[in-house]
């Protein structure tokens, strides 16, 4: 299953770079509590911690896989759930097949900054309309 590979390959990553990550982090929270931080230190390390977690390697596989259950999915469950989950599955399913669709471009690359800023924004959307109809969490 690709999604368990890929999902192993995350953790295998996520694992790999955990040392560096959490030094990262302690030294982020050590130096805004020390006041020798700026202020956007701690946001300049998470989002590259998120970079890093968003990229081609780690996201492509299963978003294509999601991508490709989506349609099908909807199509055997129109009816059975609500209009208001389907309107969000819906839009789960094209903004997941959107991220597909640029990782798929010619010239797309993770070193692109815009290219990373839009795989992010697209992803924050996907969570965003995830946790809209569970707002009593969010």
Do not use: H
Not at 78 to 97: C, I, N, P, T
């Amino acid at each position: 299953n690709r999604m368990k590979e890929s999902g192993d390959k995350a953790t295998a990553a996520a694992a790999d770079d955990s040392d560096d990550l959490l030094a990262q982090l302690l030294k982020a929270v050590e130096a805004g509590a020390a006041g020798a931080g700026e202020d956007g230190d701690l946001s300049k390390m998470f989002m590259g911690m998120m970079e890093q977690l968003s990229n081609k390697e780690m996201l492509y596989e299963p978003m294509k896989e999601l991508d490709g259950k989506f349609g099908p999915w909807i199509a055997e469950n129109k009816g059975k759930v609500s209009d208001e989950d389907m309107a969000r599955y819906e839009l789960q399913a094209r903004v997941v097949s959107q991220i597909v669709g640029k990782f798929e471009e010619d010239g797309y690359t993770d070193k692109d900054e815009k290219c990373r800023e839009y795989i992010w924004e697209k992803m924050q959307e996907v969570c965003f309309v995830t946790c809209s109809g569970y707002s009593q969490i969010c």
